[in-house]
């Protein structure tokens, strides 16, 4: 695994790194080699960082994000229900983490209770303060981006950071998209909007 220059003033995000994106409802190709490599690099790199935070999708009544035909674009099968183990996180986290990968955790944020919530900025912890509010009183300064799925929730997440007056970066290496394209044209408009994607290395 490639390693990273970490600005220690940086918080890392750990996106949708859940259930249903692995190996349930929607699964995304290679998800549980993503899922273990975010927990070993997370186990090597949380102290680091100033935060490390993850997000959940956590629909309960997301309307036209989910449908029963979907086109895997704007549109998705049933996925993360609020409270179901889909919306869990994934197991291959502890593995890759070598132990229980919340404890390297300082903050989760649940996401898209009634929307389609792409972005972790969506988020609310379990006392509702949002992700931005989060991060501004941790003194954070940067973000590292990473999880699941590039295509979707990590690219949204980036470019609601940028927007933010947030550097940040994408490391590919550790997410996975939804589909080549989809990953290729977020990734375009994370890099148009300033952000930084950083590709994975060549095998
Ligand atoms: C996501 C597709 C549908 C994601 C969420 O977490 O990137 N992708 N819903």
């Not at 179901?84 to 955790?105: I, K, N």
């Not at 997440?157 to 290496?173: H, K, N, Q, S």
């Not at 989809?182 to 994975?200: H, Y």
């Amino acid at each position: 695994m490639t390693t990273y220059d970490i600005d220690p003033t940086s918080a890392l995000i750990v996106v949708d790194v859940q259930n249903d994106f692995v190996d349930g409802s929607l699964p995304v190709s290679g998800g549980a080699e993503c899922a273990r490599a975010v927990g070993e690099y997370v186990a090597r790199t949380a102290d680091s960082y100033q935060l490390v935070v993850t997000t959940q999708d956590w629909h309960v009544d997301p309307g036209h994000h989910f449908s029963d035909e979907p086109d895997f674009e704007d549109t998705f099968p049933p996925h993360c229900r609020a409270g179901t183990e889909g919306a869990e996180l994934h197991p291959a986290l502890d593995e890759g983490f070598g132990g229980d990968f919340t404890s390297a955790v300082d903050a989760a944020v649940r996401k898209g209770q009634d929307n389609s919530g792409y972005s972790g900025f969506q988020g609310v912890d379990a006392s509702g303060r949002d992700l931005d509010s989060i991060l501004r009183a941790h003194g954070v300064a940067a973000l590292d981006v990473i999880g699941i799925a590039s295509s979707h929730c990590v690219a949204a997440t980036a470019l609601d950071g940028l927007e933010r007056g947030y550097p940040v970066r994408v490391m590919l290496e550790l997410s996975v998209g939804v589909s080549e394209a989809g990953e290729s044209e977020a990734m375009t408009r994370v890099r148009d909007a300033g952000g930084i994607v950083i590709e994975r290395p060549a095998t």
